[in-house]
């Protein structure tokens, strides 16, 4: 495969799992301004922009609110860290493969595409959680197409290990808020909504929201497809199958390829053996050595598949 390509599809996934995490993110937040009347709201929009890295307005220029939240995290298309921005880059993406995407994903891609305008527009009427809500439903949708229509070829490949990658991020992300020294940081309730494990965590673990149980299933529950244990060995899988077989001539690329599965699984084996009630005290380190995983693996799968030849160089010579 092309590395334009494995690149394109690549970011896909992320952009796409990006869309959809923030909608969720979004959503859960304002529902807690709602049903929390007394919270401090420019306290609590903050710490949004730092579970999602996103640098917040001066606090001696303008007031952060919920409005000023939607605003740089929703609807703007020119920031790639917010919902419109990153289905905008994902249609970008998807644009330029869409000989080795299916049909039904592109039409996905491009009709939400096209619908995000009018849906920010009668988000201003009815509120911002249809918008949301309709994002993370075309998320899925995607999702959902590309899995029941895709072969499990290189291309499947590159956009599942983008997604996970980015699943493994945010994620981490949202789990990083309650370790700062903030009283105005989410209820564990909130951050099981915002990652849609809420559901799934009552029937696992009960009604009891307390840190341990609450961190240890988003972290290490082996059968919710959002944990990050799952998300890991999800990415370690298909880098195995990227990964050239042992016998054989190969390239320096092809000698490189197993970097980024050893990061990735180094992780991932640190989390399996992690004891378990031990988590919330060291659930600091860990997130700050996730977090540099990923980036560190991003890297290095850019560097090991996404190379480019280099640009030929004409010298003219003296006359």
């Not at 559901?199 to 961190?215: I, N």
């Not at 990227?242 to 180094?266: D, E, F, I, K």
Request: glycine residues 6%; hydrophobic residues 40%; charged residues 25%.
């Amino acid at each position: 495969m092309l590395s334009r390509i494995a690149e394109s599809l690549f970011w896909l996934g992320r952009y796409v799992e990006r869309a959809d995490d923030t909608a969720r993110v979004l959503d859960a937040f304002m529902h807690r301004l709602l049903d929390e009347p007394g919270t401090d709201e420019e306290a609590a929009c903050r710490t949004l922009f730092a579970i999602l890295g996103v640098t917040p307005p001066p606090a001696d220029s303008e007031p952060c609110d919920a409005q000023t939240v939607l605003d740089l995290l929703g609807f703007d298309a020119a920031n790639p860290s917010s919902v419109a921005g990153a289905w905008q880059n994902a249609h970008d993406n998807a644009r330029g493969v869409r000989e080795v995407i299916s049909t039904e994903t592109w039409e996905c891609l491009n009709a939400t595409h096209h619908a995000l305008p009018a849906q920010r527009r009668a988000s201003g009427r009815v509120g911002p959680h249809a918008y949301l809500r309709y994002v993370r439903e075309r998320a899925a949708l995607f999702s959902g197409l590309a899995d029941s229509t895709m072969s499990r070829d290189d291309g499947w490949l590159f956009l599942t290990l983008g997604r996970s990658l980015e699943r493994v991020d945010m994620t981490a992300r949202l789990l990083s808020v309650k370790v700062l020294a903030s009283r105005y940081a989410p209820e564990w309730a909130t951050l099981l909504r915002a990652a849609g494990a809420d559901e799934s965590y009552r029937r696992t673990e009960g009604w009891d929201s307390d840190p341990e149980s609450a961190a240890r299933f988003l972290m290490l529950e082996e059968t919710f497809p959002r944990s990050i244990v799952y998300s890991l060995t999800t990415a370690e899988h298909c880098l195995s199958q990227l990964a050239p077989p042992s016998s054989g001539p190969r390239s320096r690329v092809q000698v490189l390829a197993p970097t980024a599965r050893r990061v990735v699984g180094r992780m991932r084996t640190m989390l399996e053996y992690l004891d378990a009630g031990e988590l919330v005290t060291q659930l600091p380190t860990v997130l700050k050595d996730l977090q540099e995983a990923c980036l560190v693996a991003s890297g290095q799968i850019a560097e090991e598949y996404f190379q480019y030849s280099a640009p030929v160089v004409w010298l003219h010579g003296k006359d």
